[in-house]
């Protein structure tokens, strides 16, 4: 069974309550009637329901089941205004922009929802920044207890590959810290790890990436990844994990003897760190691309509760994808 499968199959045994607030999207209406055929989600949107359907409508898709938010009609507008007003009242908030915030950005509004328990995670980005997604998380959500820094990973299911987790790996950071450091990296790899474990249930063997294996080039970026291999180490020894290692020597046993003798992670890595966005970014676009892997993602990690962003060149089949992972997130909160 393919990976996305066996995450639909954990969606359905605990049905959790997801918010697509991209209304106007397309893909986010054709994705949403699949969700609700597939029994992996209860799906709330948030707009005008006359509108929404229409959209139904027009592209020939089945909305049966549900659930419209309208922030003009609904009940708890106010008190979901006040609570904004109350979060960021310190940062210059007032109550007349925290109405405005929630009558025109429908992201937030999820959010909100969210963080009073009226959902239990939300997915967007698919025609948004990922800042639009990310910023009010960060500011209404916080970070989860005992998190570092919040990063963005892709789960990366390639076919018919003999590497990884049968063919599944964890890239991150791929979509939000640009240029981490090394404690910063170490500390991707550490929640990377521990996202690697929850959704795919396999055992995490963390490779911390570079243009260098074992000192095979000497530069300040390979430096970089040494360093931040060093403070996983200490910080994180229940980690199977090394570096730096080349992508070939990290995952390929045959080049990982050759050019990686006497490590266990060499070889036989499935959670990839990349030393920056550019890198992972890049990686993960090639492997989508030219291997026709499915990508699922930008998932977030270190948010109090799950959010989610979309690529914006994303499919209606990836959104349907991210909310199952969304919602399997969600059963472990």
């Not at 790890?193 to 490779?207: D, N, Q, T």
Request: hydrophobic residues 45%; negative net charge.
């Amino acid at each position: 069974m393919a990976f996305i499968d066996l995450m639909k199959e954990k969606a359905k045994q605990d049905v959790m309550t997801i918010i697509l607030p991209e209304s106007n999207d397309k893909r986010t209406l054709i994705a949403a009637a699949q969700v609700l055929k597939e029994k992996t989600a209860d799906l709330i949107m948030i707009g005008k329901e006359e509108k929404i359907m229409d959209g139904a409508h027009w592209l020939e898709v089945d909305l049966t089941g549900l659930k419209v938010v309208d922030p003009d009609t609904d009940p708890k507008f106010d008190h979901y205004a006040e609570t904004l007003f109350k979060l960021r009242e310190k940062k210059g908030m007032t109550l007349e922009k925290a109405q405005e915030i929630l009558k025109t950005d429908y992201i937030t509004y999820g959010v909100m929802m969210v963080k009073e328990k009226d959902a239990d995670g939300l997915v967007a980005g698919a025609c948004h920044a990922t800042a639009d997604t990310l910023r009010p998380a960060l500011q209404i959500l916080k970070t989860a207890p005992g998190t570092e820094l919040v990063s963005g990973f892709f789960i990366m299911d390639v076919p018919n590959c003999e590497f990884g987790a049968n063919g599944t790996f964890l890239f991150a950071d791929c979509g939000l810290n640009q240029d981490p450091t090394s404690a910063e990296l170490a500390a991707i790899a550490d929640s990377s790890a521990k996202s690697f474990r929850a959704l795919v249930g396999e055992k995490p063997i963390v490779a911390m990436l570079s243009h260098s294996t074992k000192g095979s080039a000497k530069h300040a970026l390979v430096d970089k990844v040494v360093e931040a291999t060093k403070i996983a180490n200490e910080k994180y020894p229940q980690l199977d994990l090394d570096g730096e290692l080349q992508l070939d020597a990290a995952i390929v046993p045959s080049v990982a003897k050759a050019k990686a003798k006497g490590s266990e992670v060499a070889g036989h890595a499935n959670v990839l760190i990349f030393p920056n966005l550019d890198c992972g970014n890049i990686g993960y676009k090639l492997v989508q691309r030219l291997a026709k892997a499915e990508a699922y993602g930008p998932m977030l990690q270190g948010i109090a509760r799950p959010v989610n962003d979309l690529s914006r060149g994303c499919s209606a089949e990836d959104i349907v994808g991210v909310v199952a992972l969304t919602a399997v997130q969600a059963q472990m909160a």
